[in-house]
Nanobody, 123 residues
Framework: QVQLVDTGGGLVQAGGSLTLSCAAS???????????AAWYRQAPGKQRELVAS???????NYADFVKGRFTISSNNFANTVYLQMNSLKSEDEGVYYC??????????????WGQGTQVTVSS
């Protein structure tokens, strides 16, 4: 009943920036809220890894390899999560996935994944 849609990926030069968005929506139109969310990424041939996470309080945590370069945030309506990525490196390439615990008025709290968005960094 809740869908997460990841957007914002693309091709960027090394040192450039991208902002990813994870938009939650309810097909039933019922009230929902993202309680906590995270961005993961997966490079070809590698396991999916946690990049950053954010709680409902707004507190955020980052993997060491993105600290100081990436910022996770959410909008005031708690239905969209962002990942601002600066100073991108070739090793940041991969498919980025949003994951979120979403409370829904009908189905309660469940965990959802977005479909992923590709980030490609050219050197």
């Amino acid at each position: 009943q809740v869908q997460l849609v990841d957007t914002g990926g693309g091709l960027v030069q090394a040192g450039g920036s991208l902002t990813l968005s994870c938009a939650a929506s309810s097909s039933s139109g019922s009230v929902f809220r993202i309680n906590q969310a995270a961005w993961y990424r997966q490079a070809p041939g590698k396991q999916r890894e946690l990049v950053a996470s954010i709680r409902g309080s707004g507190s955020a945590n980052y993997a060491d390899f993105v600290k100081g370069r990436f910022t996770i945030s959410s909008n005031n309506f708690a239905n969209t999560v962002y990942l601002q990525m600066n100073s991108l490196k070739s090793e940041d390439e991969g498919v980025y996935y949003c994951n979120a615990d979403v409370w829904h008025a009908v189905s309660g709290t469940r965990n959802y994944w977005g479909q992923g968005t590709q980030v490609t960094v050219s050197s």
